[in-house]
């Protein structure tokens, strides 16, 4: 897991768990998780590590029962036709993509292998205020009126520039997807700036996975003064 310019006081470790379920002996689902702990972050730390372990129970309650039944049924379907069975997997690992004496940025991938070899990606982006651990406002990083008008103008040039390019394969109307595509909710700070996230399949065909686009910080905003007239004497 990368860590880039961890600050003093916080210090990020990863937690892991790994499990094979199987069924009469049979592997039948092999997981694999990983999520981050914040180490002597006080109680904003606390606050952070809370919901980490809620994301990881959430998965693993689907894993362990959805996902296994469903499972197990395949194998019992491929034993009763003598087909081949494949051992379905699913994990969940994340990576610190910033961090500086103000904020904490990590993503985390979810992946499912039903055991046809074409993985499902889910990609959750949380970024966080240090030291008291609350979420990122939204005004910090997903621009207002004409400036976001302005953000999918741009990021629709680079996506379309993208395609030129054969680096992703993206839908030919992508650019009028995106703003339903795209939240503030799925977005990372990285050294370079930001980087927006669409969920698999809604850009772009499944195979290209989470599609990310890349946008410089939005300036803050400097509200105005009231100009306010001179008082009588």
Do not use: H
């Amino acid at each position: 897991m990368q860590q880039k310019g961890l600050p003093q006081s916080w210090q990020v470790v990863w937690k892991q768990e790994k499990r094979l379920l199987k069924l009469r002996g049979e592997p039948v689902l092999r997981l694999e998780l990983s999520w981050p702990d914040i180490q002597r972050g006080g109680s904003g730390g606390r606050r952070v590590n809370r919901y980490y372990q809620q994301v990881v129970y959430a998965w693993k309650k689907r894993w362990e029962k959805t996902l296994y039944c469903r499972a197990c049924l395949d194998l019992a379907a491929c034993q009763d036709t003598g087909r081949p069975f494949r051992p379905w997997s699913a994990r969940l690992k994340g990576e610190v993509t910033f961090q500086d004496g103000e904020t904490l940025s990590v993503i985390q991938d979810a992946w499912e292998d039903w055991g046809d070899g074409r993985p499902i990606q889910v990609r959750t982006a949380d970024l966080w205020t240090v030291p008291d651990g609350r979420p990122l406002s939204k005004g910090r990083c997903w621009p207002e009126g004409r400036a976001r008008r302005k953000l999918f103008q741009d990021l629709a040039e680079q996506g379309e520039q993208r395609r030129k390019n054969g680096d992703c394969f993206l839908d030919p109307d992508f650019a009028k997807k995106l703003p339903r595509a795209l939240s503030w909710r799925r977005c990372a700070r990285t050294e370079d700036g930001l980087e927006y996230y669409a969920p698999q399949g809604t850009l772009a065909v499944p195979v290209e996975g989470v599609v990310a686009f890349y946008a410089p910080i939005p300036s803050p905003k400097i509200r105005k003064r009231k100009k306010t007239l001179p008082s009588k004497t």
